[in-house]
Nanobody
């Protein structure tokens, strides 16, 4: 049974950093692109970042470029999202998701087969 578990969320002050992890069990992530999404209260879920199956290609939403870094460690079946220079507008529940292909090409939720339960990130002073 596939399970995706996100961790690393929490409360941080503006300008601070967090690293989110997404670990899979019951499924090998090696051959799939992995995306990170977020959803703030009252807003639609939005794509934040994506990494291809081999890790060679990454993509970022304009709102997080230069601040967030996605990476993966296939040996640990884990994908990370390093978030620096956090802003209050980054506050949201963050989800990782397994894409139905090796490559990142947009953030249509229907293109992602499996989702984690989410981890809360709150940026506030």
């Amino acid at each position: 049974q596939l399970q995706l578990v996100e961790s690393g969320g929490g409360l941080v002050q503006p300008g601070g950093s967090l690293r989110l992890s997404c670990t899979a069990s019951g499924f090998i992530l090696d051959y799939r692109a992995i995306g990170w999404f977020r959803q703030a209260p009252g807003k639609e879920r939005e794509g934040v970042s994506c990494i291809s199956s081999g890790g060679g290609r990454t993509d970022y939403a304009d709102s997080v470029k230069g601040r967030f870094t996605i990476s993966r460690e296939n040996a640990k079946n884990t994908v990370y999202l390093q978030m620096n220079s956090l802003k209050p507008e980054d506050t949201a529940v963050y989800y990782c998701a397994v894409k139905g292909s090796r490559y990142c090409s947009g953030y249509r939720p229907d293109d992602y087969d499996y989702w984690g339960q989410g981890t809360q990130v709150t940026v506030s002073s």
